[in-house]
């Protein structure tokens, strides 16, 4: 009996966390979340410029970057055309009531790690993922240079 609860337990949580927006990512990427009222917002695209000509970083820093809105959530960089089936609940999870633009970081534990609704230079989003302790250790392993 105590075997079939902590299956039925497992089966729970897993399906818990499956129904969460970007669950393939954790443990995978880092996200950066850029969500609008409008995919053609300027700040949304001022934000994508800090990206552009990125992909090396991107992939250094295990980064994806979606663009939420109501009614789209596509990963933009690296480039891709992939977008969420159901944009409404990725927007409905992070988005902030009456907040029309936000920059969200979420790390490889699929936490928020950073939220501003201005325009975040991509080398400061990488100084604050370079000082979480997961990504010390990556650089560490892998023997990063600094």
Excluded at 53 to 70: F, G, H, R, T
Excluded at 80 to 89: A, C, I, R, V
Excluded at 118 to 144: F, H, N, T
Aim: with cysteine.
């Amino acid at each position: 009996m105590k075997n079939i609860s902590l299956i039925a337990y497992f089966l729970l949580i897993q399906s818990i966390l499956m129904a969460q927006p970007f669950s393939e990512h954790r443990w995978q990427n880092r996200l950066v979340l850029i969500l609008v009222d409008s995919p053609e917002d300027s700040l949304a695209l001022k934000q994508l410029k800090e990206f552009q000509d990125a992909e090396e970083e991107l992939l250094e820093y295990k980064l994806k970057i979606y663009l939420v809105a109501p009614e789209k959530c596509q990963m933009v960089l690296p480039s891709s055309k992939s977008e969420k089936s159901n944009p409404k609940t990725a927007y409905d999870r992070y988005a902030t009531p009456n907040v029309p633009f936000e920059v969200i970081l979420i790390g490889l534990d699929g936490g928020i790690k950073m939220r501003k609704n201005k325009v975040v230079p991509r080398q400061e989003i990488y100084a604050l993922i370079d000082g979480m302790p997961i990504r010390r250790a990556e650089k560490r392993s892998k023997k990063i240079k600094e």
